[in-house]
């Protein structure tokens, strides 16, 4: 069931005091666009990434490399943490190991869901309680 803009205008506006620091972005409002050439890829030093199996398989996909080669791993194997998005993308001198030297994503296509929502981030909220709540595995 899809939540109409009315809708989630609303369910905002009874928790957004909670969320001082947070925006509702809705579908077709502006959104960000990254400009390699203005900044110092911030996001793809700062930041640790977490994957799930889809997003991992569409890298691979994407790559060509093996999950070991671009996930934080242990003695050949991607380290499994016990998350909905169980994987980290590993890392390289300090920063994403698919940012390449021209400051872009050298996986840009099959970049994973945190890289196309950044600097955005999604929270979830219970439409009946009004409070932060987990998402569906098919949110």
Known sequence: MAIRTAELEALWARVRERYGSYLLVLPGEPSFIC?????????CRAFNVSVGTGEAERLRESSGLPASRFLESEDGEPIALPLAKPFVLGRSEGHCVFLDAE?????YEARPDPCRSYPHQVVFVDAASGRPAQPSPEA
């Open 103 to 107: 400051l872009t994503c050298d996986q």
């Open 35 to 43: 400009q390699p050439h203005e900044c110092d890829a911030y996001c």
